[in-house]
């Protein structure tokens, strides 16, 4: 199993757009940028056929510390998720 980086991401464009390696790099940087700075002001991205990232609040609560047992306050913070749309989920489970 591998990781997809930001390079492979870049060799990718370059193969299959006929980009430049710079201009590649930009375009993968700017639309990574594009997605941070819309999750970063709390809007939603849905990328079609692919999924939906969006941000959500969650509340200060009461966490018990699973080793000790001691209760400690869990403070109030923004999560990421990712909500992947049908077409990406059948397309991993038909990868078996």
Same mark, same amino acid.
Not at 5 to 15: K, N, Q
Not at 85 to 90: E, P, T
């Given at each position: 199993m591998r990781t997809l980086? !930001?390079?492979?991401?870049?060799?990718?464009?370059? !193969?299959n757009i006929g980009l430049s390696r710079n201009e590649s790099a930009d375009l993968v940087e700017t639309v990574i940028e594009e997605i941070c700075s819309c999750l970063e002001s709390g809007e939603e991205?849905?990328?079609?056929?692919?999924?939906?990232?969006?941000?959500?609040?969650?509340n200060q609560r009461v966490g018990r510390n699973p080793k000790t047992g001691i209760e400690a306050v869990i403070t109030s913070r923004r999560v990421l998720s990712f !909500?992947?749309?049908?077409?990406?989920?059948? !397309?991993?489970?038909?990868e078996k």
């Open positions: 980086t !930001r390079a492979d991401l870049t060799e990718s464009v370059y !193969r991205v849905k990328i079609s056929s692919f999924g939906t990232f969006s941000v959500h609040a969650k !909500r992947p749309s049908h077409i990406l989920k059948d !397309r991993v489970d038909s």
